[in-house]
DNA sequence: GGCACCTGCTAACTTTTCTTTGCATGTGCA
DNA sequence: TGCACATGCAAAGAAAAGTTAGCAGGTGCC
């Protein structure tokens, strides 16, 4: 893990996530149980390409998990799945948040690919 | 008011709105003490230009609430403070929230001029 | 082989958001 | 009058986000 509390950044990293009906209906549909995208998007009805783009920034943000599995038959699906997630927002805690954000200007860190580095800085 | 609850698209406007380093800034400096337009824009670094837009969004999103006063010396400043609010974000809280979005399509009412409309419905 | 499933990618387009620039208004004061 | 400080707004450009369309690959089965 990176930092057990969520920095600034992390914060708006997952706000700007949840912001956006799809992602909202997306985690909602999960949180029922984990599904595979194909069938996700059918369910959605949504396209398969445009869920799979916002699928991407939810586990980006950290807010589910993809686990590529075979079934019986051989085929490849992936499975997402919600992680377990509580964000509070009130003032105070953005009092808070605000400390640790990347000033402006610069870029905030890409936590894109980040599997588990270890620097011995 | 609108509703006591918060409706799926309320949730979306908000945390859009909270998803903006520079307005989770402004959200932190007001929580301190209320402030007007042009020191909180010198405070913060930006111009004031800027800061209105975000601030807009803040008031729209019910974040923050303005009021007009004349300083002692004749001048018209706006304050601005935040509001109290609380969020709580977690898998089911979106389960729930998501059973009041607008279907995908429709425009999900603009709470830009709302003083406080009492439809007799 | 052809069809029905599954995944993954990207180029291109549309839409939204962000930010700057510039000008308008008003006050008080030297 | 000219300067300092306050507000407000809109046009226009730059940047980011959202979406679609089309291609690639793979498996199993009739």
Redesign the interface.
Known sequence: MNSPVPT?DD??R???T?????R??V??A???RRNYVSRLARELD?SRALLQVHLKKLEAAGLVTSRLELSEDGKAMKFYE?N?????????D??T??QT??P?GQAPADHTNETDEKGAT
Do not use: D, E, K
């Open positions: 600034g914060l708006v997952v706000l700007a949840l912001s956006n009906p799809h909202l209906r985690v909602a999960l949180a029922g949504i919600v377990a997630f509580a964000v509070r927002l009130t003032p105070q953005i009092v948040a605000v954000l990347t402006a």
